[in-house]
């Protein structure tokens, strides 16, 4: 940038050519020593050159030398401007404050929280704006804005402190958002820490959360683009099938963890699964639990994205962590296709489609019991017939589905009926029929034909109508789809076994009064309330839970430890060589709690405060969180979700035809307590295993490796492993594809010392972002009309009713009030509303998001994808781009850290395993180690990758849809200049 010019009159050599030509006389000096002629020197007569004209040359010296480097105008107009005043003005002073800032909120207006927050309660961010972790000092200086959910803002930010960037979720000032965002932070601190302490499980890493500008803020590592947008960048077109078993491979792990440990995500879907950035191989992690629940607490009724919803949800029936298990088999579905096996436009489309393509209903016994039957089914027999569930298995049903025309009739409203996007309407003919890639041979056409029968055996498993009979993950890993065996005759998956541990050296809980499990709602093996029957399933065997009291038995909820002194202050139970424990979400810095009465209090979790003021004679060695309580206050589940738990009925006035209250965390998408036009922005963002408990999930590696593959000229490679399945993972992410989404993440420093673990990482995509969504995906005119036809983000669920959310919110409020003032208090909430529990958000305003959706994304989404024309699974982008450097690693704590949770680390525990030496790791008493696949800021090289040459990620050739699929889903806020 700098240049010296050669024109310049300041150059040395103009300016010595200067001096040596233009100066009139010699210097004085050369003056007095001039070779003037002079009479008396016999020498004066000797022929001298005129001085003028030569004289001997001098050699400069560095005194006499000026340079002056004179930069580009541009430069002194941007990077230099502030010096290019200076000379302009010399009184001109400038300061940092006066800079313009780049707001990364919408509205970026300040009206509440003394004009720190915008009206929808989201604090307005802007570039390097600083949130604090006021506990540890901990800096977190905002770069952009990652994306947007119901509760907040995710922002990606750098931590000066361990020079590592990772993604702050910036919960709204309201306290029905922060409660269910706690709820967050306390299921995945316990996945974290207590079952998947060496993170194998594909599930987010949660590292610190603390309260800022009355914010709750919780950091995550960093994570990339989402499956959606993925198969977006793919034009819609389905992945390859080796991408769809490796993603399988991993989910299946990480909902394995969730079962295990009694854990509903309650969302899962595309767009919370996301790519990480700082691995070699394709690894995907599963995020937002904001709407999870304890299976022993399915309190909310209005849950699950409404393409991957449950049978059972969707007819308002009980449910477990099958219900994910559904959303799973739509998942793997839509990886191979593109697009959503039932993308419903309404409840009653969703189940018209899952009974045309799965060919068959929900069995009888959850008819009979869910609130929501009588909306979609008529009865044509005597449901008295089915009392024995034997005959009403062998015998037709009793229940037929409504056509349109009655449940117009019935509910005095048409029902939504959104597009076929298939030519057939069955499962086998869908992915049967689905385009191949081009240029296969025909002996690799035969083996992906032989995949896709293991494919289409490997969904049905998964989308079974019967919730009991749907596969577990243990049952689905089994599967020749998922472990890679040649697929021969109809799966016969494994009986399920009682639920096995999954931490390490966890121990059974022999306390006769329960343990904090039990009491927080964690415990997962209590039996269920809830439990879907085990009759007429196949694969369950019929015997007790044996693991019943491993976490906790029945009895009171009174903080126990059989070791004295080891009483963990925010929830634990065991002996003192295996001590369990689950976290609050707000530590006792937050929380400033004072024992109750005669009850010993090592710290508290929120709500144990409340509690002890009705019950406070423990005398706990570590006050639990919900120690004696009169009713056990989940730490686990939402403070919301805190029901008595034979509760389904008392919802089921307000309720929209289901049998309880929506989530809070469901704001968006079903509508919910946190406001139904969150809603829209939700819809419209749309966004392997060494299983330590078992070696039944012992992850097989697969040996893939992807070979560049561009069809879309016809020619290059292709891709192999489609055909068979995959046995190590080492499959790496498609380059060409994956890299068109990504920005370069500059890692701006090295690694921090105390970070063994971050070595040998490489690898980084960042986020996708909505301009190059603009550059790479066109929006062509002919497209508007498709994209018209969507539903209508306000629309999402035409079933759903603020009304009827009022009503829900009002008998929720009762149970919530509480914790929500106590909440309240700790986050110094300003207003008194705020104080008195959950209430209706201001309203989100549809602005952005919503009219970029519309006006752009289902445009942009299917410029390439003719009318009747299907989108073939494909490797859409030809350019191929090296693997971009990665950004990311995980700031460790420093081991001094005095965050809320450390402050008891000499009461508190290790997790699991007793003899890994946590001494040079991370302070597990609030945050987790870092993953040795953390990034260290080493780039992949470029040649390191099996995608280099371009990956395919499937293509196919033919027609598959008659139309293009439904898109809603809108992206990011790139800020704007003030
Ligand atoms: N760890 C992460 N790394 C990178 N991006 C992330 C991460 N977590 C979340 N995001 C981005 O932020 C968006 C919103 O996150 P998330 O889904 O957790 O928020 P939410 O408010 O719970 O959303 P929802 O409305 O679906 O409940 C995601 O879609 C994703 O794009």
Known sequence: MDEVSPNDEADPRAHHLGRATDSPEPSSSSSSSSPSPSPSSSSSSAWHPRPLAFRGYVAPTSTSLRVVVRRPLVVRLTKEIVETYRICNPHFNYSEELNPKRYLTTPSVGVLNDGYDNANSDLILTVNFVLVNPDTKRRYIVKE???????????????????????????????????????????????????????????????????????LCICFELLDTNLYELIKLNHFRGLSLSIV???????????????????????????????????????????DF???????????????????????????????????????????????????????????????????????????????EAKNTTKFFKCIGNVHDMENFQASICQRSVYQVLSEEEYEARELKKPSIGKEYFNYMNLEAIVTSYPYRKNLTKEDMIKESQVRLALIDFLRGLVEFDPAKRWSPFQASGHPFVTGEPFTCPYQPPLETPRMLVAQNIKVDHHPGGGHW????????????????????????AVPYAHASSYG????????????????????????????????????????????????????????RWRNFQYSHVNGLGMSPSAGNIASLPLGTSPSQFTPPNSYGQFS?????????????????QGSPLGKTAAAGQFNRRKGWTYSGSSQYQESSSSLHWQGHHNEGGNSGQAEGSSHLPNESTLHLPSNLIAVSRKQQQVVGGISSGFPAMQNVSGSFAQVSNRQWHQTLGAPDDMHDAGSSLPNPGDWD??????????????????????????????????????????????????????????NGPAQSFIHVEPGNPPPHDQYFGQIRGLSNPSHFMPPPSHNSFSRLAQHRAQRLYYGRASSGRGNEWDYNKMQAPSSSFNNGVAHPHGNSSFINGMSWGRRASDAFTNIPPTTRGRKDYGRIA
């Open 145 to 215: 804005v990652l994306g947007h959910g119901t509760f907040g803002q995710v922002a990606k930010c750098w931590v000066p402190e361990t020079c590592s960037f990772l993604a702050v979720k910036i919960i709204k000032n309201q306290p029905a958002y922060s409660q269910q965002a706690l709820v967050e932070v306390s299921i995945l601190t316990t996945l974290n820490k207590k079952y998947d302490p060496e993170d194998k499980h594909h599930i987010v890493r949660i590292y610190d959360y603390f309260i800022c500008h009355q914010h």
């Open 653 to 669: 006035v307000g309720s929209p035809g289901q049998f309880g209250p929506p989530s809070p965390a469901r704001g968006s998408l």
């Open 290 to 368: 904001g709407s999870a629940c304890m299976e022993e607490r399915t309190v909310y009724s209005y849950i699950q994205s409404r393409y991957y919803r449950s049978p059972e949800v969707l007819l308002g029936y009980r449910y477990t962590t099958a219900i994910d298990m559904w959303s799973f088999g739509c998942i793997v579905a839509e990886l191979f296709l593109g697009l959503p096996l039932f993308p419903g436009a309404s409840e009653f489309d969703l189940l018209q489609r899952m009974i045309k393509i799965l060919g068959g209903q929900p069995p009888d016994y959850v008819l009979k």
């Open 553 to 608: 038995s029945l009895g009171s909820h009174g903080s126990y430890n059989d070791g004295a002194g080891l009483g963990s202050s925010y929830g634990s139970y065991g002996d003192n060589a295996n001590l369990f424990a689950y976290y609050s979400p707000v530590g006792p810095s937050a929380m400033n709690i004072s024992s109750q009465g005669n009850g010993k209090m090592l710290g508290s979790s929120p709500d144990a």
């Open 798 to 855: 035409p079933n759903y009713s603020d009304e009827l959310l009022l009503e829900e919110m009002e008998e929720e409020s009762s149970d919530k009030s509480c914790l929500a003032t106590e909440f309240g208090k700790v986050m110094h909430l300003s207003s008194a509303e705020s104080l008195v529990g959950v209430r209706r958000p201001t309203k989100v305003p549809t602005s952005s998001t919503n009219s970029f959706i519309r006006h």
């Open 518 to 541: 039990f009491a927080a709602g964690l415990s997962p093996n209590v039996v269920g309330r809830n439990r879907v029957p085990l009759h007429s399933s196949p694969n369950f065997q």
């Open 245 to 287: 078993q490796l993603f399988s491979r991993q989910i299946l792990r990480g909902l394995a963890l969730l079962k295990d440990a009694g854990i509903i995500h309650c969302d899962l879907k595309p767009e919370n699964i996301l790519l990480c950035t700082s691995t070699k191989q394709a690894e995907i992690k599963i995020i």
